[in-house]
């Protein structure tokens, strides 16, 4: 792009091809009354409903209109980590493409950008989601407040306006944890939190189930602090507390009251605890090893086919 670019409008990308021509239009007209120069950058998360034909008739159309193309689907999180990277423009607005966030709401953001913050974070009024949806967001946030702490305000809202100097933080990290909301907020940079529309889906379905949401969840926790092997050692501390209180009890009952209690039922209930905490262990040192190996393979975060523009 040899034209200098003032907005860039991220758009990730999968299985959409319902709501893609209208998602453009609406975009187009919020960005001609702004007055700026600009570019819509869709990526194709690896889309398999023909969202990438609909995509490449919109750039033959439109020159504002970029489109990258991923050989598969790598996630949410890789498209938008794509579309940072591939952007040009000096503030980047990210937006889903499911229309739940009006795109006319962009002019607010970047209204509330002004020259005093590098980053606009959203609360959506009214949310028109599921209840499980709903639930879980509130758990994710409760969780990453928890594991982040009180220094700063986490938001992990996927419509959001920020500089290009957040953008370049953000790319400065290498760990394998991409959780764009998470990071953005970690970073503690000038932001600030506004009100927006949120609309019920009309076309397609959701892309996000309750299992993807635990994933998230998951990747929050072991992705940005060591609580999970704290709890490890809090249930070996607690585990060998209660094996001496055990062995206490007995010798006490033998010694003192002369009881000998039956020995094979005590010995597989403690057994069957140590055995859980054992392997629940294992399990959750194990997810820490995976982490490293796969940061030391240090594979590229995505794939891109070819792009469009």
């Known amino acids: 792009m040899v034209q200098t670019i003032e907005l860039s409008i991220v758009i990730p990308v999968f299985n959409e091809a319902l709501v893609l021509p209208e998602l453009h ?7 001609d009354d702004l007055g700026k120069s600009y570019e819509i950058l869709f990526v194709d998360d690896g889309s398999l409903d023909g969202s990438s034909i609909k995509l490449q ?3 033959k159309n439109d020159s504002a209109v970029r489109v990258v193309q991923f050989t598969r689907n790598f996630g949410q999180q890789a498209a938008v980590l794509a579309g940072f990277r591939l952007s040009c423009g000096e503030i980047v607005v990210q937006i889903d ?6 795109p006319e709401e962009i002019p607010k953001l970047l209204e509330a950008l002004g020259p ?18 709903v639930a879980g967001s ?11 702490g009180n220094r700063f305000r986490l938001n992990l809202s996927s ?10 933080k953000i790319d400065a990290c290498s760990d394998r944890s991409r959780y764009m909301a998470v990071l953005a907020s970690w970073m503690a940079v000038p932001s600030k939190e506004i009100e927006v529309e949120h609309h019920n889906r009309t076309k397609g379905t959701t892309k996000y189930s309750f299992f993807d949401l635990a994933i998230l969840a998951w990747d929050l926790l072991a992705g940005f602090s060591n609580a999970p092997l704290r709890f490890v050692t809090y249930m070996g501390v607690f585990g060998a507390i209660m094996g001496f209180t ?4 007995l010798l006490f009952q033998r010694i003192v009251n002369d009881i000998l209690i039956e020995g094979f039922i005590v010995l597989s209930a403690v057994f069957a605890f140590f055995a859980g905490v054992q392997l629940l262990s294992i399990g959750i040192l194990g997810e820490y090893v995976g982490r490293i190996y796969l940061q030391v393979q240090n594979r590229p975060d995505y794939i891109v086919e070819k792009i469009y523009e």
């Open 25 to 31: 239009e609406r975009v187009k007209t919020v960005c």
């Open 57 to 59: 008739e919109l750039q």
């Open 138 to 148: 509130k758990f994710l946030k409760w969780l990453g407040q928890k594991v982040l």
């Open 159 to 168: 419509f959001r306006a920020m500089r290009r100097s957040v953008i370049k």
């Open 116 to 133: 005093n913050y590098d980053l606009v974070t959203t609360i959506s009024k009214n949310r028109k989601d599921e209840f499980w949806r």
């Open 97 to 102: 493409s499911d229309l739940q966030n009006p």
């Open 246 to 249: 055990v062995t206490a009890f």
